[in-house]
C-alpha cells in the first residue's frame, strides 16, 4: 500500500505544472533554473565570420497583465511577458541551474524551434526530414539541456552557423516564423521545459566556448 501511494503521489507531482518567478530582469522556473535575457550587439548582416558578441546586461521583463490597458488585445490575450528591445539590438538566453537538477529546454520563436530550424507543428516536409535524419541513425536534436548548455546565441542555422535573436516587425515578413511557415500568427518566444524525473543522466548538447568564431548571418 505505501509503495502505491508513493506512486500515485510521484504521477501527481509530475503532472503539476512547474512554478514560475519573475524578478525585474531574470525569470525562476521550478525554483532552481534561472533565464534571463542578455542584450548585445547587432553583428553585420554581411556574412562574415565574427566572434561572439560582448554580454551588455540583461533586458528589463515587465508581466503583460501590468500593461493590459496600453497593450493591443491581441497581445494581452497571449500573456506572458514582455522584453523592450530595439531592432538595432540583438539577445541572447542566458541559462543557470541552481542545482544538478537537469531541464530539457526547448525554445521557439514564433513557434519555430530555434535548436532546429523545424516548426512546432509538425508538417510533411519535417516528416521527410526526420525519417532522412533516422534513415542515418540521426535524430533532429530541437532541445538543450542545463546544466550542461549555459546560453543559447540564436537559431542554429548549420554546424557553427547562428542567426542572432533580434526584434522586428510583424507582418513585412522578415520574422523566422514567416520565412518557415509561411505565417505569422504567434511571434514571440516560447519556452517547453521538462525537469528530469529518473536517474539516468541526460546528454548535454556540446556547446561553443566564447573564444571561438562564430558565423552570424
Same mark, same amino acid.
Given at each position: 500500500?505505501?509503495?502505491?501511494?508513493?506512486?500515485?503521489?510521484?504521477?501527481?507531482?509530475? *503532472?503539476?505544472?512547474?512554478?514560475?518567478?519573475?524578478?525585474?530582469?531574470?525569470?525562476?522556473?521550478?525554483?532552481?533554473?534561472?533565464?534571463?535575457?542578455?542584450?548585445?550587439?547587432?553583428?553585420? *548582416?554581411?556574412?562574415?565570420?565574427?566572434?561572439? @558578441?560582448? %554580454?551588455?546586461?540583461?533586458?528589463?521583463?515587465?508581466?503583460?497583465?501590468? /500593461?493590459? %490597458?496600453? #497593450?493591443?488585445?491581441?497581445?494581452?490575450?497571449? /500573456? /506572458?511577458?514582455?522584453?523592450?528591445?530595439?531592432?538595432?539590438?540583438?539577445?541572447?538566453?542566458?541559462?543557470?541551474?541552481? =542545482?544538478?537538477?537537469?531541464?530539457?529546454?526547448?525554445?521557439?520563436?514564433?513557434?519555430?524551434?530555434?535548436?532546429?530550424?523545424? @516548426?512546432?507543428?509538425?508538417?510533411?516536409? =519535417?516528416?521527410?526530414?526526420?525519417?532522412?535524419?533516422?534513415?542515418?541513425?540521426?535524430?533532429?536534436?530541437?532541445?538543450?539541456?542545463?546544466?550542461? &548548455?549555459?546560453?543559447? *546565441?540564436?537559431?542554429?542555422?548549420?554546424?557553427?552557423?547562428?542567426?542572432?535573436?533580434?526584434?522586428?516587425?510583424?507582418?513585412?515578413?522578415?520574422?523566422?516564423?514567416? &520565412?518557415?511557415?509561411?505565417?505569422? *500568427?504567434?511571434?514571440? #518566444? &516560447?519556452?517547453? !521545459? =521538462?525537469? &528530469?524525473?529518473?536517474?539516468?543522466?541526460?546528454?548535454?548538447?556540446?556547446?561553443?566556448?566564447?573564444? !571561438?568564431?562564430?558565423?552570424?548571418?
Amino acid at each position: 500500500m505505501r509503495d502505491n501511494v508513493s506512486q500515485k503521489d510521484s504521477a501527481k507531482a509530475e *503532472d503539476q505544472p512547474l512554478s514560475l518567478k519573475l524578478n525585474r530582469t531574470t525569470i525562476l522556473v521550478d525554483g532552481q533554473l534561472q533565464i534571463s535575457f542578455r542584450r548585445t550587439v547587432k553583428v553585420p *548582416d554581411n556574412q562574415q565570420t565574427s566572434n561572439l @558578441p560582448p %554580454d551588455l546586461g540583461p533586458f528589463k521583463l515587465t508581466n503583460v497583465n501590468y /500593461g493590459s %490597458d496600453r #497593450l493591443p488585445a491581441s497581445i494581452k490575450a497571449k /500573456g /506572458g511577458l514582455l522584453l523592450p528591445m530595439y531592432e538595432r539590438e540583438a539577445m541572447w538566453i542566458k541559462f543557470r541551474s541552481l =542545482t544538478s537538477k537537469s531541464y530539457a529546454i526547448k525554445v521557439l520563436s514564433g513557434g519555430v524551434n530555434a535548436i532546429s530550424g523545424e @516548426p512546432e507543428q509538425e508538417t510533411i516536409e =519535417t516528416k521527410k526530414r526526420r525519417k532522412a535524419f533516422l534513415t542515418k541513425r540521426k535524430p533532429i536534436q530541437d532541445y538543450l539541456v542545463v546544466p550542461g &548548455q549555459p546560453w543559447l *546565441d540564436g537559431f542554429a542555422t548549420a554546424p557553427g552557423k547562428v542567426h542572432q535573436f533580434v526584434a522586428t516587425t510583424l507582418g513585412k515578413g522578415k520574422t523566422i516564423e514567416s &520565412q518557415i511557415t509561411g505565417v505569422e *500568427d504567434i511571434g514571440g #518566444l &516560447q519556452f517547453h !521545459i =521538462t525537469p &528530469q524525473t529518473f536517474n539516468e543522466e541526460p546528454q548535454n548538447l556540446v556547446h561553443v566556448p566564447h573564444n !571561438i568564431p562564430i558565423r552570424f548571418s
